[in-house]
Antibody, heavy 119, light 106 residues
C-alpha cells in the first residue's frame, strides 16, 4: 500500500524557517518524481515544487522561488522541503504527492502537514 | 499557463448531469488532470490525459479535451459526488490548478 506521511509543520514567525518531510513507503521511491502542493485555509490548490526521481532537477512556483528548496534522500525514502523567509501567505496545508510523469498526474497524495506563519 | 474553471460553484440534485469547464490560457495538448476533494481530505485523482479515467473511478465521470477547452462531466450525480473539483495542467512548469468548482446539494 502506497503511503505518504508529511511532517514538520507548525507555527512559525514571519521570516522564520521550517523543514517539511514526506516519508514514503509502498512504492519504488527512487524511481518516482515527487511534488508538493499547498492549500491555504478555505482556498484552492496551489502547486509549490517538483523534483525528478534522481533529485537532479527541481522546479518551483514563482511565489516560492528563491525561498524554498526541494530535495530528497532516496536511501531514506524521504522528500524534504526547506522553507526559508516565511511569509503570512505561506500559511497552508502542505501535501506531498507522487508525480507520475508518463502519463502525467498526481496519483497519490499524503494527508498534509499544516504550516502557520504568524507573529 | 492560467486555468479558468467555471462555474466556481453550482447546486444540483441527485441524478442531474453536471458539466464543469476548464479553459487554459494556451494549448496544453492533453496534459490535463481532474481531481475531487472532499472537506478535510486530500485531493483524489479522477481523470488524467484529459479523458482517461483513473482506475477505480466510476464510469459516470468523463472528461474531454484536448487543446484549451476541457470539460468534466458527471452523467448522473450521486450523493458521494458532492465535493470540490479542480483541473490541473501538466504541460509545462509552473504547473497550475484551476480555481475549483464546488458542487453542492440543491
Amino acid at each position: 500500500e502506497v503511503q505518504l506521511l508529511e511532517s514538520g509543520g507548525h507555527l512559525v514567525q514571519p521570516g522564520g524557517s521550517l523543514r517539511l518531510s514526506c516519508a514514503a513507503s509502498g512504492f519504488t521511491f527512487s524511481s518516482s518524481a515527487m511534488s508538493w502542493v499547498r492549500q491555504a485555509p478555505g482556498k484552492g490548490l496551489e502547486w509549490v515544487s517538483a523534483i525528478t526521481a534522481n533529485g537532479g532537477t527541481t522546479y518551483y512556483a514563482d511565489s516560492v522561488k528563491g525561498r524554498f528548496t526541494l530535495s530528497r534522500d532516496n536511501s531514506k525514502n524521504t522528500l524534504y522541503l526547506q522553507m526559508n523567509s516565511l511569509r503570512a501567505e505561506d500559511t497552508a496545508l502542505y501535501y506531498c504527492a507522487i508525480y507520475g510523469v508518463s502519463p502525467r498526474y498526481f496519483d497519490y497524495w499524503g494527508e498534509g502537514t499544516l504550516v502557520t506563519v504568524s507573529s | 499557463i492560467q486555468l479558468t474553471q467555471s462555474p466556481s460553484s453550482l447546486s444540483a440534485s441527485v441524478g442531474d448531469r453536471v458539466t464543469i469547464t476548464c479553459r487554459a490560457s494556451q494549448d496544453i495538448s492533453s496534459f490535463l488532470a481532474w481531481y475531487q476533494q472532499k472537506p478535510g481530505k486530500a485531493p483524489k485523482l479522477l481523470i488524467y490525459a484529459a479523458s482517461t479515467l483513473q482506475s477505480g473511478v466510476p464510469s459516470r465521470f468523463s472528461g474531454s479535451g484536448p487543446g484549451t477547452d476541457f470539460t468534466l462531466t458527471i452523467s448522473s450525480l450521486q450523493p458521494e459526488d458532492f465535493a470540490t473539483y479542480y483541473c490541473q495542467q501538466l504541460n509545462s512548469y509552473p504547473l497550475t490548478f484551476g480555481g475549483g468548482t464546488k458542487v453542492e446539494i440543491k
